[in-house]
Structure formats: structure tokens, C-alpha cells
Antibody
Framework: QVQLQESGPRLVKPSQTLSLTCSVS??????????WSWIRQPAGKGLEWIGR???????NYNPSLKSRVTISVDTSKNQFSLRLNSVTAADTAVYYC?????????WGQGTLVTVSS | QSALTQPASVSGSPGQSITISCTGT?????????VSWYQKHPGKAPKLIIY???KRPSGVSNRFSGSKSGNTASLTISGLQAEDEADYYC??????????FGGGTKLTVL
């Protein structure tokens, strides 16, 4: 059973960079031809797809966030990561990592990241 | 890329059936067989309940079914149970290797 777990700072100052890591267990991040995604949910709002990375390192991003987002993968650590630059209060949200197989079939529990000074 | 349109809320009594719609465009919902649906309870991670328009993952109750007509996808839950009370989100491939979610629908079991 694949399991995902987000980790990283829960509080980020405005204009700084939000960094999160997703650790994958129960299987190799390189197996199965899966894509690995980041998705977020601001309080009281819907889900927003941020982007995804393939195990080769190729990436795709939400056009609305593309200028500020970098997603990378470290297959040796069975992890993938999110960096979001120049954050504002609007980036405060629960951030989820997920596997994109046939739909987003495995999810982390989510981590609340607050942008505040 | 705009969010897919879902009703803000639906409700039904135990045992009844409800349907949640998800309206997009020919560039997303109507253009691919790649709509998925997620059930989300408060404080929990979303759970995949339908993928590729109508397919159910192993272990998901057959009370959940998906369909699509044109640019509108639908999720039907039959035999409503109290545990079905949750938020439901649709998601579609939107071309150019991007994905878009709906705004979510709150299901209340009366």
C-alpha cells in the first residue's frame, strides 16, 4: 500500500519561499510510470492542482502558478518536493501531495501552511 | 483555465439517490475521458471514488456511479447513507498536461 507524507515549515513569511517535501513509502517512486502531484486547498475553498513531476524529472504546472512553482523529484530518497516563490497570504492553504495514476489515487494527509509575518 | 462548475450544495434523505453535476467545456470535461470524482470528509485527505468518467477503484461502493453527457459530468450516489455526508469534487484533464478541479459540492444527508 503506497503511503505519502508531507513535511516542511508550517509558517512562511510573505515574499519568501514555501518548501515542502513528500515522502513516499510502500513502493518505489520510480515504479509504475506514475506522475506525482501537488494539490492545495485554501480554507473554505476548493481544491487547486499545482503541478506534477514524472520520475524522469519532467514537470507540468498550473498556468496560474507556473511563474512561481518548481516541483522536483529525488528518486534516491523516494521523495518529491514543491517550492513556491514570492508567497502571499493567498497561498495559505492545506497542501497535499498525491500520486496521479488513474485519477489521483493516493494522497498524503495534508499539511497546513500559513503565510504570515 | 477556469474551475469546473459544481452546485454548492445538495441534500437527500437516507436511502434516496442524489446527483451532483460538474460542468466544464469541450476543452476539459467534454474533450477527454478523464473526469474523476473525490469524496472529502473534514480534516481528511480526498478519496478517489470515480476515475476515467465512470470507473470505480477497487473497494469503492457500487452505490457511487459516474456518467457524462457533453461538457457535463455527473456523480450519482444511490441508497444514501449518513457516512456519505461529505464534500465532493470533480476533476478533469484540461489539455496541455494540466488538470482542473470543480469548486466542490457539500452533500448533506438529512
Amino acid at each position: 500500500q503506497v503511503q505519502l507524507q508531507e513535511s516542511g515549515p508550517r509558517l512562511v513569511k510573505p515574499s519568501q519561499t514555501l518548501s515542502l517535501t513528500c515522502s513516499v513509502s510502500g513502493g518505489s517512486i520510480s515504479s509504475g510510470g506514475s506522475y506525482w502531484s501537488w494539490i492545495r486547498q485554501p480554507a473554505g475553498k476548493g481544491l487547486e492542482w499545482i503541478g506534477r513531476v514524472y520520475t524522469s524529472g519532467s514537470t507540468n504546472y498550473n498556468p496560474s502558478l507556473k511563474s512561481r512553482v518548481t516541483i522536483s523529484v529525488d528518486t534516491s530518497k523516494n521523495q518529491f518536493s514543491l517550492r513556491l516563490n514570492s508567497v502571499t497570504a493567498a497561498d495559505t492553504a492545506v497542501y497535499y501531495c498525491a500520486r496521479a495514476g488513474r485519477g489521483f489515487d493516493y494522497w498524503g494527509q495534508g499539511t497546513l501552511v500559513t503565510v504570515s509575518s | 483555465q477556469s474551475a469546473l462548475t459544481q452546485p454548492a450544495s445538495v441534500s437527500g434523505s437516507p436511502g434516496q439517490s442524489i446527483t451532483i453535476s460538474c460542468t466544464g467545456t469541450s476543452s476539459d470535461v467534454g474533450g477527454y475521458y478523464l473526469v474523476s470524482w473525490y469524496q472529502k470528509h473534514p480534516g481528511k485527505a480526498p478519496k478517489l471514488i470515480i476515475y476515467e468518467d465512470y470507473k470505480r477503484p477497487s473497494g469503492v461502493s457500487n452505490r457511487f456511479s459516474g456518467s457524462k453527457s457533453g461538457n457535463t459530468a455527473s456523480l450519482t450516489i444511490s441508497g444514501l447513507q449518513a457516512e456519505d455526508e461529505a464534500d465532493y469534487y470533480c476533476c478533469s484533464y484540461a489539455g496541455s498536461t494540466t488538470w482542473v478541479f470543480g469548486g466542490g459540492t457539500k452533500l448533506t444527508v438529512l
